[in-house]
């Protein structure tokens, strides 16, 4: 596999053993938050803070649509946004896209939630701060 770095210069990169091909799952969002998030703990007490954040598109026929998305940060970031962002904040999103699966109450049905797992995240509402925040490497 090649590629082309975006200053002209080739890279080669090896397949992966298990697909041979590549894959990408990679999600950049820039929207607003919706509610102030909310920081809880796992069972085992990694933080996760969980919020949501709007996003607007044009639709064929001109209209103005809202998405929502689901934003989940874990660990040290967790912390950091849930104790920076408030609601109405507009915010840059990096990370994966990951369905969890839920039990429709009261049937055996089952439904697949889109999350969207963050790594990194950019506070673009002015402040005096430092505007970045990375997921921290365990």
């Not at 703990?41 to 209209?63: D, F, K, L, V």
């Amino acid at each position: 596999v090649e590629n082309v770095e975006m200053n002209g210069e080739e890279s080669k990169s090896q397949p992966t053993k298990s697909s041979g091909s590549r894959t990408l799952n990679e999600v950049i969002l820039i929207g607003n938050v919706g509610v102030a998030p909310t920081l809880r703990q796992t069972s085992n007490g990694s933080p996760i803070t969980n919020m949501r954040i709007a996003t607007h598109r044009i639709t064929s026929t001109g209209e103005t649509k809202t998405d929502w998305h689901n934003i989940l940060c874990w660990g040290k970031l967790a912390e950091i946004v849930s104790g920076r962002v408030t609601k109405g904040d507009r915010i840059c999103v990096t990370g994966h896209l990951q369905y969890r699966e839920v039990a429709e109450e009261g049937t055996e049905q089952k439904r697949f939630v889109p999350e969207i797992y963050a790594r990194d995240v950019i506070f673009l509402t002015l402040n005096n701060s430092n505007n970045r925040v990375q997921e921290e490497k365990e």
